[in-house]
């Protein structure tokens, strides 16, 4: 995503939903699900249902925080039930807010990070009472955001949009 600078592989068990891909120069969204709920096909590994968003946009210098307070401030509705900051992942968990799923959970994870001049926005919605509305989602996104990392290039290995312009 984002020409290159943010490479998603989901966890085993769970696929990007090819219809939800948007992949712009500046960024992107995906939905990820498990495989089996996507192409139902239960031959697979079995996982825990979730919904997995990933949304990935240019860092504008100062317009974006990091600061886990500022992140709590941006998603308005919503009580927080535990703050997690981790390297460079700020984890959420939230009990409420206006864009929980029907059949979710009210409980779920968000989480902010920063990577090769991009914003990574991540939230993941569990089944009511499930695994992953607790440790289980926090876990696969620490996992999630840990695996983007790794597998994206490093930071000066990408050409940003303004390098190009310039070319």
């Known amino acids: 995503m984002a ?3 943010v490479v998603v592989r989901p966890p085993a068990g769970y696929c990007i939903d090819p219809n939800s891909l948007s992949n712009q120069s500046g960024g992107g969204f995906a939905l990820i699900g498990s ?3 996507l192409t139902g096909d ?3 590994v079995f996982v825990e249902p979730a919904i997995i968003t990933l949304s990935v ?3 504008e210098d100062g317009a974006t925080s990091m600061d886990s307070a500022a992140f709590q401030t941006a998603l308005g509705r919503g009580r927080i039930l535990n703050a997690i900051s981790r390297d460079d992942l700020n984890l959420l968990q939230v009990e409420g807010g206006a864009r929980v799923p029907p059949s979710a959970d ?3 994870w968000r ?3 920063p990577l090769n001049g991009h914003v990574l926005g991540l939230a993941l919605y569990g089944a009511k009472d499930s695994a992953m509305v607790a440790d289980q989602g926090m876990q696969l996104m620490i996992t999630l ?6 597998d994206s290039p490093a930071a000066g290995a990408v050409a940003t949009p303004a390098a ?3 070319e």
């Open 164 to 166: 190009n312009a310039s």
């Open 35 to 37: 495989c089996a709920s």
């Open 111 to 113: 989480g902010l990070m």
């Open 145 to 150: 955001a840990e695996t983007i990392k790794r």
């Open 57 to 59: 946009s240019l860092a």
């Open 106 to 108: 009210k409980r779920h």
């Open 42 to 44: 239960t031959s697979g």
């Open 3 to 5: 020409d290159g600078a």
